[in-house]
């Protein structure tokens, strides 16, 4: 669903967790190498998808030499948590990641993690479905109050 108009997302007062991941083919032709890695990621998510008290919120992902996953997180406990807990499909995958590829450059992996805040971080949507932190967290119809990024981003101090 399309919310025309312009809106944006409000974190909870507690903040949250934008974590970005994703993998690049430097070697296309060893679909050896690369495969077990593609096919991981699907296992994880899924995983998350069947327990939401892990902390996952969701996410969206692109495709193309270098992948990525933008994802979002309650915490940034919730994320280190899931990583390494050896319930969790990360850990025995990343292993074998290690295992299999290591140093070798054929598959790069890559991630970044930003612990973000209500007054740190704004965001705004025109014409769009609930995207990104608006869906993650709370979406909102801009207002008098949030038409501007200096609004959005008031109690961060100045801009």
Excluded: C
Excluded at 27 to 54: Q, S
Excluded at 103 to 114: L, N, P
Excluded at 118 to 133: D, K, R, S, T, W
Aim: charged content about 20%; glycine content about 10%; proline content about 5%.
């Amino acid at each position: 669903m399309v919310f025309d108009g312009r809106w944006t997302a409000r974190l909870p007062e507690e903040g949250g967790v934008v974590f970005l991941i994703g993998m690049r083919f430097n070697k296309w032709w060893r679909v050896d190498k690369w495969l077990p890695v593609v096919r991981a990621m699907p296992r994880m998510l899924m995983h998350l998808g069947k327990h939401p008290e892990l902390g996952f919120l969701g996410g969206q992902s692109w495709f193309g030499r270098t992948t990525i996953l933008v994802s979002y997180w309650r915490s940034a406990d919730d994320l280190i948590d899931f990583a390494s807990a050896r319930s969790a499909p990360h850990l025995e995958a990343w292993k074998a990641y290690n295992r299999a590829v290591g140093a070798d450059g054929t598959v790069g992996v890559w991630h970044e993690t930003y612990v973000v805040r209500p007054g740190q971080a704004e965001a705004v949507y025109a014409n769009m479905p609930a995207f990104g932190l608006g869906q993650a967290y709370a979406h909102e119809q801009i207002t008098k109050d949030s038409n501007n990024s200096r609004k959005r981003l008031a109690t961060a101090g100045p801009v």
